[in-house]
């Protein structure tokens, strides 16, 4: 797993040095002893693999049968693969699922940031699906993974045959004001962490403390990107020609959600686009929705071979 590593390796033997993507090695550590339990206690057969790109090792975790179409699984900003332990049985029912870590994130991949708007993110994505042996896949994403499979399938829709997005990034504009409601409190010097992460995500509720705990405790010891997300072109938007579903919560304090929703709706050709009512940016409980929706829009048969 990725550790306080300030330099990594690429495909063609050169180091390049990257910003620490941890505040100390103690939480480093913290962070990579929890993912170890969460794999652990991982709820179906699966198989991890490493897989060499030219922004250093990614982590992915594989389940599902063989001879399964695939789908690959791109999670959000300060999380990891984890956060798809409440899907991945469903879905490897019907996939072969490949649970990719994102690099620069704090799961079991490098800690490279490639630069966002380049053909960087793209190259590492052509990377990962070289090693798993996948010439073409659906796609279900979040946030932050929401605006890499946006950004992979702009670049590459011959190879991306299903988007189902949560709460992606790229498209509505960004929102700051969360910002402000974390910031007051830590200058008055009474910073809650759990409030925070409550701010941000829009979970609420007794039932929901676990993950909002866990939220709290991750971004405790990472640093997260700080850049403005590239938003994509209409134009761009309009290239999408393989069916897309996006899912939006109408409290998301990150993202512009109506304009999401709107933009979505009117230049993606073939879109289905649904706004979720009391929901913030954490988009939970979504199994059955991603799952119908990529059974009803069956995708060719990919030329995946079965080593992965």
Known sequence: MSTTDDTTSTTDNTVRPVAPIYKSAAGAAAIAERYREVLRDWPIPAEQILVPTREG?????????????????????????????????????????YAVDMVGEPGGSAPSRPALGSEAVALWLDD?????????????????????????????????????????????????????????????????????????????????????????????????????????????????????????????????????ARRIHRFVPDATVRMLPGVGHAILDQTDTVLDFLLAHPSPRSESRSGG
């Open 57 to 97: 090792d990614t982590f992915v975790l594989v389940s599902g049968p063989r001879e399964a179409l695939p789908l690959v699984l791109l999670h959000g900003s300060g999380a990891n693969s984890g956060m798809w332990r409440g899907d991945i049985a469903s879905w490897a029912r019907e996939f072969r699922v």
């Open 128 to 260: 990962v699906l070289a090693g798993l042996g996948i010439s073409s896949t659906a796609m279900a994403a979040i946030s932050l993974g929401g605006w890499t499979a946006l950004d992979y399938a702009i670049r590459r829709p011959e190879r991306i045959t299903q988007l189902a997005l949560l709460c992606p990034g790229g498209v509505g504009k960004q929102r700051y004001g969360w910002i402000l409601k974390a910031i007051i409190p830590r200058l008055l010097g009474r910073h809650d962490p759990r409030s925070s992460a409550r701010t941000v995500t829009g979970l609420e509720g007794a039932h929901l403390d676990a993950v909002v705990d866990e939220i709290a405790s991750t971004f405790t010891h990472f640093n997260p990107r700080r850049e403005r997300l590239p938003l994509f072109t209409d134009a761009q938007l309009r290239g999408l020609s393989m069916p897309v579903l996006v899912l939006v919560g109408d409290r998301d304090v990150m993202f512009d959600s109506a304009e999401t």
